[in-house]
Every structure is written in C-alpha cells, then in structure tokens.
C-alpha cells in the first residue's frame, strides 16, 4: 500500500548517459513534484505538475524532462548525464497545488554519475 | 523569494535532553511552514504544520512547534529525545506550491 513509489531505488550511470526515474503515486492526489537533494542533503523543487500540467519549472537544465502520463505518474528523463546530476532525486505529490497541501515523498532514487 | 533558514548544522544530545532546533522564515505575508524528519535511508515524512490559529503546533511523536511572528521563526521542540529520533530535520515553508526548505539539521542522539 505504498503512498509515493519511485524506481529504480539506485541508479549507478557513466556521463553522456540518458536515464529515466519513473514515480507513481496511489493517493488520488492532483499535484505532483520532482526535488533534488545534493551531497549537502540541501533539498530544491525542479517541478511541479497539476494534473498532467507543468506549474512549476525551477531553473533546470534542459537535459532534465519531466513527463506526466496521468496524474498518477510523474517521470523524470535526464539526457546526456553529468557529474554534477549526482544526487537523491525526490517525487512527492500532494491533493492540490495548493499552498496548505502537505506533500508526501517517495522514498528517493540514489543517482551516481560516474 | 522566501527563504528558510536553519542554523543549527548538527545537534548532538543525549537521551532524555530536550530539543530546541531553529527555523526561521524571510516572507512577511501569509504563510504555510511544515517540519519535516527524513530518517536514515529513509524519505521525508511530516511531523507537523502550521497554517493559522494556535501558534503552538502539536505533531507526531511528540514533537511540537511554536509559530512566533514578530521573530519570523518556527522552532521544533521536544521535551526528551530518544534515541530513535536521529535523523535529519527539515524546515520548510510553502510558497506558491513549492516548498523552500532550509538546510536541514543533523540530529544524533548517543544512547
């Protein structure tokens, strides 16, 4: 009965290397939201979709695509990896965009570019 | 832009010590504050929020929050830490559907 599910657990990739992180939530939840944790356990929104639609676009490079099949889904493409990619990437989700929502966490996908 | 920050980079306490950690917030307006424990190898999981009304906020395991508007701050407290509460806490404060968190603080309690 996972709330926020994400896979693969841990990803070990080279650089130039194009890796997907696939998440899913079963909470009937409308928003969901991608974060990155660095080294410095520092946590950062990349984005958020509502419904399907992209509401929330950090300053992210553009290797990083996030697709939403259905609001249950939210993905994540990085193209062409770096070194610097190395980090815990976060899904959460959350009822509504809404600024009172509580968002809840998947249990994070350990990326390292080697 | 609203920031967060947390000044307390690494606490360390023995059990049964009380627990003070700091947060405070930089936006003047409404806002929506949540602190949130990410356990080892584990994800983040809510301990409590704040929104409106009682500035004291009780949350899980009996940690609790206090609200204080004139010091822009929201800090975690529990009366007796355990050793089971080790663990990374973060403070985090919604604005506009996003969370900005601060930058956690490191909590390991010695048995």
């Known amino acids: 009965d996972t709330a926020v599910s994400q896979t693969p657990k841990y990803l070990v990739t080279q650089m130039g290397n194009d890796k997907s992180i696939k998440c899913e939530q079963n909470?009937?939840?409308?928003?969901m939201y991608w974060y990155k944790q660095d080294s410095k356990k520092f946590l950062k929104i990349m984005f958020s979709?509502?419904?399907?639609?992209?509401?929330i676009n950090e300053t992210v490079p553009n290797r990083f695509s996030p697709k939403s099949p259905d609001k249950a889904h939210l993905n994540l493409h990085i193209n062409s990896l770096e070194l610097g990619d190395s980090a815990v990437y976060f899904c959460?989700?959350?009822?509504?965009?809404?600024?009172?929502?509580?968002?809840?966490f998947g249990p994070g996908t350990r990326l390292t570019v080697l | 832009a609203q920031s967060v920050s947390q000044h307390n980079h690494h606490v360390i306490l023995s059990e049964a010590a009380s627990l003070e950690l700091g947060c405070n917030y930089s936006?003047?307006?409404?806002?929506?504050l949540f602190w949130y424990v990410q356990y080892p190898g584990q994800h983040l999981q809510l301990l409590l929020k704040?929104?409106?009304?009682?500035?004291l906020v009780k949350g899980i395991k009996g940690f609790e929050a206090e609200f204080i508007k004139s010091k822009f701050s929201f800090n975690l407290r529990k009366p007796s830490v355990q050793w089971s509460d080790t663990a990374e806490y973060f403070c985090?404060?919604?604005?506009?559907?996003?969370?900005?968190f601060g930058q956690g603080t490191e909590l390991s309690v010695k048995p």
């Open positions: 959460a989700s959350s009822p509504s965009s809404g600024r009172r929502d509580t968002q809840y």
């Open positions: 909470l009937g939840h409308d928003t």
């Open positions: 979709y509502n419904n399907k639609e992209l509401i």
């Open positions: 936006y003047g307006g409404t806002v929506n």
């Open positions: 704040y929104f409106s009304g009682d500035p």
């Open positions: 985090a404060a919604n604005q506009g559907g996003k969370l900005i």
